[in-house]
């Protein structure tokens, strides 16, 4: 009896800042992703126990990012953003180029992507630094903040990584709206950059817009990942063709099918029914986050969490239309379901922030 109920307090301590219903949610993403994924990479298991290993170990960083208090995330905000933008300056010096970008610093045998550490020190920072002028918020200091966007989401934009980039540069924006940006000046930045973005972008990514528009236009070429995975998705029907059984993937027609575009793999096998049962996950997610955000206790807290769960919704959405044909393709990963570590990390490190901004607020209310 002693040693249970010794057990039972280690437990109760371990997970005290592990708020249940987020993680019970999260936990139900990664099985949708751990069955879709080994079906994807087949033949190749190897890339399936790597990702294993990924979760494992965000997994564990989430729960160590769960018990730091919300007011020491703050106070590392600021050295993680020069952290975050001084890896982004090592890698236009010294990084990896793979594919014809230049996007990941190797160290020790180990590969990562730096430019997903602004994804969450963007935002941070921001959050930071509305509490610290939190009682004279004015319009210099939303373009104080908008220059700390800039510069990281245009060393990004020179790997070339233009999807990131543009997620970055929304990650900040959506503190800007939480910290209550007025509407005309965000339409006029908006308007202002959509001309400037297709000016400085590459052929490449001029191309995938145009391919957006009219696919049937270069089938082979700009056209074939979006013409590919709506074959995939409709092929699917109702209930799809089954696990493992997916036509498109498996006879190497779809690209990309183990990152960008591996919810064409999860449609065609699961269809419509899948469909509805991951959406209804990504839902239950928004909802108990935007829970988690309207009832922080600090500014930072409120606005940080509605960062995080604006981030998350953009990171589904944008992946499910660029596979479903409604929007152009552009590299972003299918939270907690694409194949990826560095991307899996960042996930992980945005719900322990949300978690410990829920269950500190626990401890500072009793």
């Not at 575009?261 to 509805?276: D, K, P, R, T």
């Not at 995080?308 to 939270?335: D, E, K, R």
Request: hydrophobic share 55%.
């Amino acid at each position: 009896m002693q040693i249970r109920d010794t057990l039972f307090v280690v437990w109760l301590r371990f997970t005290r800042h592990v708020d249940g219903p987020l993680m019970a949610i999260v936990l139900l993403l990664l099985a949708v992703g751990a069955v879709v994924l080994f079906s994807a990479v087949l033949p190749d298991t190897g890339r399936f126990i790597q990702q294993m290993k990924s979760i494992g170990i965000a997994l564990v960083v989430m729960w160590v990012v769960a018990n730091i208090p919300p007011h020491r995330l703050a106070q590392i905000a600021l050295p993680l953003y020069l952290i975050g933008v001084l890896l982004l300056i090592a890698v236009a010096l010294f990084g990896v180029t793979v594919n014809n970008s230049q996007r990941w610093l190797a160290i020790g045998g180990f590969r990562f992507q730096p430019s997903e550490l602004l994804k969450l020190a963007v935002p941070l920072l921001l959050a930071w630094y509305f509490q610290k002028v939190e009682a004279r918020i004015n319009f210099g200091n939303f373009l104080i903040a908008m220059l700390l966007i800039a510069l990281p989401a245009w060393l990004i934009k020179r790997q070339p990584d233009l999807g990131t980039a543009l997620l970055v540069s929304a990650s900040g924006f959506f503190v800007l709206y939480l910290a209550r940006l007025p509407w005309k000046t965000m339409f006029l930045m908006v308007v202002t950059a959509v001309p400037l973005i297709w000016l400085f972008a590459h052929g490449y990514q001029k191309q995938r817009v145009l391919a957006f528009l009219d696919p049937g236009a270069d089938p082979l070429r700009s056209g074939y990942h979006t013409l590919q995975a709506s074959i995939a998705i409709g092929s699917g029907g109702l209930t799809g063709k089954g696990w493992m059984q997916g036509t498109q993937a498996h006879l190497d027609f779809l690209p990309e099918r183990h990152t960008d575009f591996i919810f064409a793999v999860y449609s065609e096998e699961f269809g419509l029914v899948g469909n509805i049962v991951l959406l209804m996950l990504y839902v239950a997610l928004l909802l108990r986050s935007l829970m988690i955000a309207s009832h922080a206790s600090s500014l930072f807290g409120r606005l940080l969490a509605g960062a995080i769960t604006l981030m998350l919704f953009t990171y589904a959405a944008v992946n499910m239309g660029m596979v479903s044909g409604i929007l152009p393709v552009v590299g972003v990963p299918l939270p907690f379901i694409s194949f990826g570590g560095t991307a899996m990390l960042s996930l992980f490190i945005c719900i322990g922030i949300l978690m410990s901004i829920q269950t500190h607020r626990k401890l500072v209310s009793t």
